[in-house]
């Protein structure tokens, strides 16, 4: 499973999940969910998400063929507690009606990764981490998510340098990582619980951190 036992990332990964245990994510029911609330998190916090989710379910609309045929000002009023909207709402229109007419995820779940990954990334308002996140959450692919937490606890620790960008982080997880989405899944959901409880951007709480001892 793991390609090299004494490398940096797979104790870090051992120290989190004995620590916290398993995380148990995405936070959703279904890959529909997943990649409605992948998109709604950008820029925002996870509790948002879920009340605007709430919102569509409750509404029996928290479905790409719901969403694709909703006219934008109730689509807009559905996912307002997520913040940016009204930009929001015409990408999530674009996602699922883009989704409906590739012939719905089964039908995208025969491409090859890297294809996958370059269509969804073709689509607007989806970058590498929102891609990435419904390639590996959604389809179970085996893609690092790079998010804002892992460039932060990364650099601290000098595992990457503070120029590093999305590409060669992701590369540093691929190459000391075997592609096994069952781990990647687990490991960047661990890096969130840090981010959040630990590593915040002004005054990280090192001394309670169950990662302190991997500092320099
Ligand atoms: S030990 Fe400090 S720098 Fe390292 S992850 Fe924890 S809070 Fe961040």
Redesign the pocket.
Known sequence: MVKEPDCNLIKVYETLLTTFGPQNWWPAEGPEEMIIGALLTQNTTWKNVEKALANLRSHNQLSFSAISTLPLPELQKRIKPSGYFRQKSERLKALATAIINAGGLRQLAQKETLDLRTWFIALKGVGPETADSILLYAFKRPLFVIDAYTL??CK??NWLPSSTDYAKAQNYFSCQLAPDPAIFNEFHALLVQ?GKN??RPKN???KK?P??H??D
């Open positions: 932060r606890i601290r620790h840090i630990f590593c990280p709480l090192c951190c990662l302190n991997l500092l």
